[in-house]
């Protein structure tokens, strides 16, 4: 992972500078994996993001905070009671390692003056944040690891604190560069410097230990004499200058797509053909900036899960439930054959003997004449088993009447689960999900909980405006689709969907204007963005005015049909780009 020990000791630093002395104003906790410390300093209020997530724990100041649950979390309730307008009085780093220690004077019920550390770990699946007491006891954490997890290091209240087991590494502020290269080069077996590098040294990632085998030699081994030992101990001298001073140039790496591929606290000049590198003065920017849009997606992806597996489930019970309707409908194809099978056997009465168990009849239905076996029951007469024929026919023919009709409603039951389904993965706030559920819960696919209800405030449509000056409006969720194009928007404003594909209702407002080209050719490029097609290209746009717009009789929200619609394919965006 690209936040070593070394980049944790830059973060550290950081808070010292900016954060020592400061005092805990509040403590939030957005999920189960991280906390935010609300931090009086004295040059503003600073806001500490400390997280275990597992594909991005870290440590760093954040300029916003996550949106928070209504009812704060035990462990959230615990730390406020403790750290409440406690004083950060040291930030502590063991060693190179990706350990870092807040130290906070508290006062405790009794008015005494108590030292608290919170313990911030940071190693991918197994980070953790713990609050330890003066006596290095474990007050709590947030996630607790006990003998079904783990052997070795039990994490729990009331037992002592232990550091993680320690790696047979040399922390490079410790040794010379001369002590730490003669580790790397002595080595078991030979294998890439990369690798000895990342096998040797506490504290560096694997793209550190790429880029100081691209200065000295791409490619070479472990085993380094002359020219290339030197360079390797002028590298190590450097990186180690870069440590002790935490004089590192911070920069991130981004993808030719524009997306970050890995960040370092020094200059990367591995990546310079083929990537462009973006250079920070804050450590805590070029973590918020990497982390931001993957962390969002993540919160928003956890808090979704019930949603995202209820409307799963029910997507999967109505398609399996057509299928077994579509199946049984295939069965009524042949309901002709019942009806001539009975014609056939009224007409020759006379010729069947009872307790036949078949009947050869000449099939007068048939051009040829052909002669036709028809089975029969021993147990009845021959006009019972016509009347029987009969009745089967009269019973596939409605049952044909039935089933189309229960198929015709699965469908549409189908399609407005999916586009429900749709909004929960874009939804991008608490109160989107909570809109999502209340409008479920309408539809009876939610029970609504016992108690007083809390009203829910209605969010606004999303709101842009087009280059050249035209106002566009984005519903978030079904309930809001129908009352933008039905209720809001009036008949000669333009309404746009993605064809054939889930998506929001967009609206161009004319504001008594005729609406441009280009106005039509940006909103199109909204509705595909808050589509399920948003990471495609070349999306399908249908455009037609309100008034072509209607909803049926009786439609779940969001469903529509209209009429004398254009479509117009866009790439999707989620900005309107000014020319």
Not at 503 to 518: A, N, Q, V
Request: net charge neutral.
């Amino acid at each position: 992972m690209a936040l070593d020990g070394i980049f944790l000791r830059h973060i550290k630093n950081e808070i010292e500078t900016q954060a020592l002395g400061s005092r805990v104003a509040q403590i939030y906790q957005p999920n189960r994996d991280e906390l935010v410390f609300a931090l009086r300093t004295f040059d503003g209020n600073k806001k500490l993001l400390l997280s275990a997530r597992a594909n991005s724990p870290r440590v760093n100041f954040c300029e916003s905070t996550p949106e928070n649950p209504a009812q704060p979390p035990m462990f959230c309730m615990l730390l406020r009671k403790r750290l409440g307008g406690g004083k950060l009085a040291a930030v502590r780093q063991m060693e190179c390692d990706r350990v870092i220690f807040f130290d906070f004077e508290c006062v405790n019920e009794l008015g005494d003056t108590d030292m608290l550390t919170v313990v911030c770990e940071i190693m991918g699946m197994y980070s953790n944040i713990i609050i330890v007491n003066s006596d290095g006891v474990i007050i709590d954490s947030l996630k607790r690891v006990d003998l079904t997890m783990s052997s070795r290091r039990l994490v729990l209240p009331n037992i002592k604190y232990e550091l993680p087991q320690p790696q047979d590494k040399l922390n490079i502020l410790s040794y010379s560069p001369e002590e730490t290269a003669d580790r790397i080069i002595n080595l078991d077996s030979e294998m890439p410097l990369n690798k000895a590098l990342i096998k040797a040294i506490q504290g560096v990632s694997p793209i550190v230990c790429r880029e100081l085998e691209y200065r000295i030699c791409e490619g070479v081994t472990n085993r380094l004499v002359g020219v290339l030992y030197e360079k390797l101990i002028i590298e190590l001298k450097k990186l180690k200058n870069i440590t002790e001073n935490c004089s590192g140039r911070p920069c991130i790496v981004y993808r030719d797509d524009g997306k970050p591929m890995d960040f370092c606290f020094m200059p990367i000049e591995q990546y310079a053909e083929f990537a462009r590198i973006e250079y920070y003065d804050s450590i805590s920017k070029l973590l918020d900036d990497f982390y931001g849009e993957r962390d969002s997606q993540e919160r928003m992806r956890v808090k979704s899960q019930g949603l995202t597996k209820l409307l799963s489930n029910t997507c999967e019970r109505i398609a399996r439930k057509i299928s077994k309707q579509q199946a049984e409908l295939s069965q009524c194809e042949n309901r002709e054959r019942l009806r001539i099978c009975g014609d056939l056997l009224q007409a020759n009465l006379y010729r069947i003997e009872r307790g036949a168990p078949f009947a050869d009849v000449e099939n007068y239905y048939d051009e040829n004449g052909a002669i036709l076996r028809i089975k029969l029951n021993p147990a009845i007469s021959p006009a019972a088993n016509a009347q029987k024929y009969y009745k089967d026919y009269q019973k596939a023919k409605n049952a044909e009447l039935v089933l189309n009709e229960q198929i015709k409603k699965g469908k549409s039951e189908l399609e407005y689960v999916e586009s429900v389904l749709d909004t929960v993965n874009r939804a991008e706030t608490e109160k989107d999900l909570a809109q999502i559920r209340e409008e479920l819960t309408e539809q009876g696919y939610l029970h609504r909980a016992k108690g007083k209800q809390r009203q829910l405030s209605q969010l606004p449509p999303l709101e842009f405006t087009s280059s050249d000056g035209f106002k566009i409006l984005v519903g978030r969720n079904n309930r809001q689709n129908d009352k933008l194009t039905l209720k809001t928007a009036s008949k000669n404003d333009m309404w746009l969907h993605t064809k054939d594909i889930h998506g929001s209702h967009t609206i161009i407002i004319s504001d008594g204007r005729e609406i441009s080209d280009t106005a039509v050719c940006e909103a199109a490029r909204l509705a595909a963005y808050h589509s399920k097609a948003r990471n495609s290209s070349q999306v399908p746009v249908d455009y037609t005015l309100v008034r072509n717009v209607s909803k049926p009789s009786g439609a779940k929200p969001g469903m529509v049909i209209y009429v004398k619609n254009k479509t117009v394919f866009v790439t999707p965006s989620s900005i309107i780009e000014k020319t």
